[in-house]
């Protein structure tokens, strides 16, 4: 009896099944590249598979004036929780200003500064040069703490600032930086009468966090970025005119730091300030403003020109470092 020959066609059905499977990958990988290139919003079904889910910034068309206020806004589909933070280059002689229900405030440059979960940021250039400046910035996405991400987009864009705007502000003025003082009050500076009276309070200490932003709270390492906020108001009857403070700090034993100039401040406007330094003395110390220490300025009272703090370091090892102060 013959035996029974194995079916030829078998052979066949595994190579066509095999060649069906190639088919749909080549397929796939195809609609893929081909949606990416097109930009077919049909795209957002790979929107895993490659992207980078950058951040698109709309900026002004035209150079901005000095002291002429814009909105930076931008575009972004975040996939968690996060905050976005703002990054410009530093460059001599410039700073930007942000503004919020009716006060400004300064944003320090060459690092993070915290805007929120937000799209968009209103921006004020101060250029104090006599030439038009471009100025690189970002703004980067934050996710939160508890994220395990480590993706961080960002957007780039670069703003060409005008030199010669006057600078646009309310009558009360909360700034937050070293570099401090928008003019306000009358155009010489001065106030057809009265006297002035500069007075200034320390307002908290703390430490600068990863994202730029003041935490309240005492230094636990000589590494952390240290910081203290103080305001500085004028409640005298004139306008101050120019003047300067002084900062001693518990840095490398003690260590002054002496203010650029300051702009006026008209009667009841006020200055926020927050000073970065570091790395503080092992067992902290104590932070002492002086404002007007050269009587510069005519006042009503000098015995509110001064205020101290205390800083509770931790017994780190003393460092022989290069103190920074900004």
């Not at 002291?67 to 905050?83: I, M």
């Not at 090892?317 to 290069?322: D, F, K």
Request: contains cysteine; proline residues 6%.
């Amino acid at each position: 009896m013959a035996e029974p020959q194995q079916s030829p066609g078998l052979l066949a059905n595994i190579l066509a099944v095999a060649g069906f499977f190639i088919l749909i990958v080549i397929i796939v990988w195809g609609a893929y590249h081909l949606l990416r290139l097109t930009g077919s919003g049909i795209s957002s079904i790979f929107s895993r598979w490659g992207s980078d889910s950058s951040i698109t910034l709309s900026t002004p068309t035209s150079p901005v004036p000095s002291g002429r206020a814009f909105t930076l806004s931008w575009r972004h589909q975040a996939d968690e929780a996060g905050s976005y933070a703002l990054v410009y280059q530093c460059k001599q002689g410039f700073r930007f200003d942000t503004s919020s229900n009716g006060t400004a405030s300064v944003i320090p440059c060459g690092s993070a500064y915290t805007i929120g979960s937000g799209t968009s940021v209103s921006l004020i250039p101060i250029l104090a040069a006599s030439s038009s400046l471009d100025v690189p910035l970002s703004v980067v996405f934050m996710p939160t703490a508890t994220s395990t991400s480590a993706n961080r987009p960002q957007g780039t864009a670069t703003i060409t600032v005008l030199p010669g705007a006057a600078a646009t502000t309310t009558p009360t003025n909360t700034k937050t930086g070293t570099k401090t003082g928008t003019k306000t009050g009358s155009s010489d500076g001065k106030s057809k009468s009265g006297i002035a009276d500069l007075s200034v309070r320390i307002l908290a200490v703390g430490v600068i966090d990863q994202y730029g932003a003041f935490v309240q709270r005492q230094p636990i390492s000589p590494n952390e970025i240290t910081a203290v906020k103080f305001d500085i108001a004028n409640y005298g009857s004139a306008s101050t005119g120019s003047w300067y403070f002084t900062v001693n700090l518990p840095i490398q034993g003690t260590y002054t730091y002496a203010s650029p100039i300051q702009m006026n401040l008209s009667p009841g406007s006020h200055i926020e300030n927050i000073l970065r330094f570091g790395p503080l003395n092992p067992g902290g110390g104590a932070v002492s403003i002086s404002v007007d220490s050269t009587y510069r300025v005519a006042e009503s009272n000098e015995g509110n020109n001064t205020a101290s703090t205390y800083f509770s370091g931790g017994s780190w090892p003393y460092q022989y470092s290069q103190p920074y102060v900004w």
